[in-house]
Nanobody, 119 residues
């Protein structure tokens, strides 16, 4: 069983920055290192969407809406994934969720952390 705990959310003004962290536990470091890690978000009244993802080898994918502003990274030693969010916009307001996909294709989700961007 894998547990994912997000942290770092909060209230920030438009144009500001925030860094989210997702700490994984319950799996070996070797398994974590080859798992695909992703950040998703869900705004009120909208579907959950992929924000960014990173493979074990470091390959990344970003939603067009955040490309150039957000950066996903991982520290396999700490079994932690990060999402650096810069130049935040009002439309970035959402609950952000961490997701882990193992080589077995088994998925795990965190509880989510609220990010609110104000004008």
């Amino acid at each position: 069983q894998v547990q994912l705990v997000e942290s770092g959310g909060g209230l920030v003004q438009a144009g500001g920055s925030l860094r989210l962290s997702c700490a994984a536990s319950g799996a070996s470091g070797s398994i974590f290192s080859i798992s695909i890690m992703g950040w998703y978000r869900q705004a009120p009244g909208k579907q959950r969407e992929l924000v960014a993802a990173i493979a074990g080898g470091g390959t990344t994918t970003y939603a067009d809406s955040v490309k150039g502003r957000f950066t996903i990274s991982r520290d396999n030693t700490k079994t932690t994934v990060y999402l650096q969010m810069n130049s935040l916009k009002l439309e970035d307001t959402a609950v952000y969720y961490c997701r882990s996909t193992q080589v077995s294709r088994r998925d795990y989700w965190g509880q989510g952390t609220q990010v609110t961007v104000s004008s």
